[in-house]
């Protein structure tokens, strides 16, 4: 059974373009969650969703951040325009219901240039 | 709201040496509460986890952890340390019903020969 599976493990992007992070989930599991660490800080939550829906998007910034989770494929959190402050590392999470176990993938992590 | 402080961001000692990682938590209500590490450029790996059962946890590589809900603590301790146990490691609180992880700031570890 793979692990949580996130891609790409690395992500250079120029400012103003956009990024695009992938989570594929455990085999089963149909919650995911992002999670964004910035340099010498703990993990900070950004978005809580189930398949195609939202549930709680409380850590999300307001303005260039959106996630999704849709039927089929993974999870996207995707970043336009990005800036240098976005450069952090992005975990995904994931767990097979509410108020269960959440296991991590290994994150990628995005540099602005 | 939950919070998690990590005390002292980096911790060194000897190999053979007894580990302490301190974590306090702040919660309305007993929560469940979590130990991770992190080696470099890696995901989170969960160390041990308390969810109210026996106050005192083990978890892997020898480690375990306390909880006092006098103390609102949850120290994390080994008795021996080892070379590979350099890493970082992060406490984090999840409400009992509920998804969000609250992580400290975290602690890194250096262990010295």
């Known amino acids: 059974n793979a692990g949580v599976m996130q891609n790409p493990r690395h992500l250079v992007r120029r400012r103003g373009q956009e990024a695009r992070l992938r989570c594929s989930p455990m085999?089963?599991?149909?919650?995911v969650y992002w999670y964004r660490q910035l340099p010498e800080e703990g993990l900070k939550f950004m978005v809580y969703l189930q398949k195609e829906n939202i549930i709680d998007e409380s850590g999300m910034p307001k303005e260039r951040f959106s996630a999704e989770f849709p039927k089929e494929g993974p999870s996207i959190l995707r970043i336009q325009q990005v800036v240098r402050g976005d450069s952090a590392a992005y975990f995904c999470?994931?767990?097979?219901?509410?108020?269960?176990?959440?296991?991590f993938g290994q994150g990628t992590r995005l540099t602005v240039v | 709201a939950q919070s998690v402080t990590q005390l002292g961001s980096h911790v060194s000692v000897s190999e053979g040496a007894l580990v302490l990682l301190r974590c306090n938590y702040s919660s309305s209500v007993p929560p469940y509460l979590f130990w991770y590490v992190q080696y470099p450029n890696q995901g989170l790996q969960l160390l041990l986890k308390y969810t109210s059962a026996a106050t005192l946890v083990k978890g892997i590589n020898g480690f375990e952890a306390e909880f006092k809900k006098s103390e609102t603590s949850f120290h994390l301790t080994k008795p021996s340390a080892h070379m590979s146990d350099a890493a970082e490691y992060f406490c984090?609180?999840?409400?009992?019903?509920?998804?969000?992880?609250?992580f400290g700031a975290g602690t890194i570890l250096r262990v010295k020969s």
């Open positions: 984090a609180v999840r409400p009992r019903y509920g998804n969000k992880l609250v």
């Open positions: 999470a994931s767990s097979p219901g509410p108020n269960t176990e959440a296991f």
């Open positions: 085999k089963g599991h149909s919650h």
